[in-house]
């Protein structure tokens, strides 16, 4: 059996802990007031806005945003740097089809054997050819007689990524797979090395900068300002990598050979462009 006095005690410190936490709520509140109506206003004399958000039916949080910041010139400039390609990725498939799902996928592993082997004779390393995809698909055709997919069969598609480091020998790798049995060329990118995506960015950069602080210049002339110092500034960049479409000869599809007109490919230069946003003070 508890005592008197023990229960007693417990009372006034639960007494105790109620009281500080209403306190402790009028405080927040008395805080969050003066912030928000400092003289009836609706803001404080600091010149930063306020605003509180109720959370559970009491005060929750404050937030402040500054008002912007007087005396200052905001710019943006952008610049590119181009240069040749130095690689490019070609990416090609083999598809067969059969009424048997085993018979297509046999006869796609035997074609693609015949890709593989004609690749690297043009001097292509085994780790620069990749699998990028392997799919076995049903064949279905909806006929519009009977308003109903009729079965065709199995499709068997193998898609190779080809790394060719030598932009001159890409139309050759291009025709020696088609001629190996590749029956679609998906897509032909062209590249950088990393180094020179570094080195076009860091150029890109700086005459990105210079073309904002002639900006701000200029605008500082036109308005009769001046412009003095760098308050901040950030960048970004993009790099496009660009891409061909290659047109199967449809002769060379039907016959499983390249065409008899060597592949041509002409990439053009690659530009990386820079971004520079820069806030400058003005006097």
Known sequence: MVSTSILGGLLAVVIVISLGLTVAVIDQRAT????K????????????????????????SVW???QVQENTLFVSGSASASADPEKVTIIM??????????TSQENNAVKMA?????IMAEGIAEDKIETTSYNLDQVREYNSNTRKYEYKGYKTTHTLKVEVDDIDNAGAVIDAGVSGGANDVNSV?????????SRLRMEALEAAAINARDKADAIGRGLGIGVTRVLSANEGYSYPPVYRNYALDESAAVSGGASS?????????????ANVNVVFETA
Do not use: C
């Not at 969050?32 to 912030?35: A, E, K, L, W």
């Not at 015949?114 to 004609?118: D, F, G, T």
């Not at 007109?261 to 462009?273: A, L, R």
């Open 114 to 118: 015949a890709v593989r082997s004609a």
């Open 189 to 197: 990118r062209f590249g950088l090395t990393d180094a020179t995506i």
């Open 37 to 60: 109506n400092p003289t009836n206003g609706g803001t404080s004399n600091s010149g930063i806005r306020t605003s509180a958000a109720d959370s559970f039916g009491g005060w929750g």
């Open 32 to 35: 969050i007031d003066q912030y």
């Open 261 to 273: 007109v060597p592949t041509e490919i002409t990439p053009g230069s690659i530009s990386i462009t």
């Open 64 to 66: 402040a945003a500054e």
């Open 93 to 102: 498939s083999v598809e067969t089809e059969s009424m048997s799902a085993l």
